[in-house]
C-alpha cells in the first residue's frame, strides 16, 4: 500500500478545516439524514436492542445523539438544552445523567425532537459559516479552538453511535467521501489529545486499509493538534483497517495492540483517549 493518493486536507485545531466550514455542514447534512432514516425505520423491538455501549439500548443511544444534538444547538446559539449541564464533564458519568431529562420518552418523541433539533441546528451552522468562518471559541476543557472543531466532535460523536447501533445488526453505514475522511480526522485528532495535552510530543502516521486517503499524518506542535492527509514520514508509523482502528481508538472492540500494527511509542500515545472513555 502507497500513499500516494492522500490528498492534502488538513484539520487542524485553531484553523479548522481546510476545506472549510461548509464542508463540514455538507457533512453534518448527510450524517443527520441518514441516521434520521434509519431510526424511524426501526421496529418496536429493534429500539430495546443492545448495542456496542454496553448499558445502553438503541432508544438510550439514540436519547443521546438527540441530547447531544440539543447541546450543539445551544453552543451555536440556539436555546438551553433543557438538561442540567454541569462544569465538570465525566465521558463516562454525565451523558447517563443527562437521559435523565427523558426517562419514559417514546422513541417516536425521540425521533420528531431530533428531527426538529437537526433542522436547527442546519439553520445555525451555515449562519456561523457565512457570518463567522474564522471564529475562534474557548471550548469545553478551556482551550482556543476554531469553533467549527467543536461542531465536528458533535458530528463525530453522533457517527459514532451510529456504528454503535448499526454494527451490532450486521449493517454498515454507507459514507459519502467528505463525510468518512471528516470522522476519520476527526477521530485521530481526537485520539492525540489527551497525550497533547498532557505537554508530550505527538507523531504518527497511519496507513489505513479502507479509508477514503490511504495515509494520515498526526502531529501536536506547541500543543496544537493537526491531522493530514498526507504521506507518512519518520519511523512513527501504524497500520491497520480505518473501521477498526477509529472504532479502537474511541473505545470500541478490540484494544489498539489488536487492531494497529507498528510503532509503539506512537501507539501508546493514541491509546490515552481509549482509556479515558471506556
Not at 445523567?97 to 425521533?111: I, R
Not at 451490532?168 to 480526522?185: I, K, Q, S, V
Not at 498526507?230 to 497500520?239: F, I, K
Amino acid at each position: 500500500m502507497t500513499s500516494g493518493a492522500a490528498h492534502g486536507r488538513v484539520l487542524d485545531e485553531l484553523s479548522g478545516y481546510s476545506d472549510g466550514p461548509f464542508a463540514v455542514v455538507d457533512a453534518y447534512a448527510t450524517q443527520r439524514a441518514r441516521f434520521l432514516r434509519h431510526a424511524a425505520g426501526l421496529s418496536e423491538e429493534a429500539w430495546r436492542s443492545a448495542t456496542r455501549c454496553s448499558e445502553w439500548n438503541v432508544h438510550d443511544v439514540v436519547r443521546h445523539v438527540r441530547d447531544v444534538t440539543a447541546l450543539h444547538v445551544f453552543q451555536l446559539g440556539g436555546p438551553f438544552p433543557g438538561f442540567r449541564l454541569t462544569r465538570e464533564f465525566d465521558p463516562v458519568v454525565t451523558p447517563t445523567e443527562w437521559l435523565a431529562a427523558s426517562a419514559g420518552e417514546s422513541p417516536q418523541d425521540t425521533v420528531l425532537e431530533l428531527a426538529r433539533l437537526v433542522e436547527e441546528e442546519e439553520r445555525l451552522l451555515r449562519a456561523r459559516a457565512e457570518t463567522n468562518p474564522d471564529e475562534t471559541i474557548t471550548g469545553a476543557l478551556g482551550r482556543t479552538l476554531h469553533w467549527s472543531v467543536q461542531s465536528i466532535h458533535t458530528f463525530w460523536d453522533a457517527w459514532m453511535h451510529e456504528r454503535d447501533i448499526m454494527l451490532p445488526r450486521g449493517e454498515t453505514p454507507e459514507y459519502p467521501d467528505n463525510e468518512a475522511r471528516l470522522a476519520t480526522m476527526y477521530g485521530l485528532l481526537c485520539a492525540a489529545a489527551p497525550a497533547s495535552w498532557n505537554g508530550d510530543f505527538v507523531h504518527a502516521g497511519l496507513l489505513l486499509e479502507g479509508g477514503v486517503d490511504d495515509s494520515y499524518v498526526v502531529t501536536s506542535v506547541d500543543g496544537v493538534i493537526r491531522v493530514l492527509a498526507a504521506p507518512v514520514d519518520g519511523p512513527d508509523r501504524l497500520t491497520g483497517e480505518v473501521g477498526a482502528t477509529l472504532d479502537g481508538l474511541a473505545g470500541r472492540g478490540p484494544e489498539l495492540e489488536d487492531v494497529l500494527d507498528g510503532s509503539a511509542p506512537a501507539l501508546a500515545r493514541l491509546a490515552l483517549l481509549r482509556k479515558i472513555v471506556t
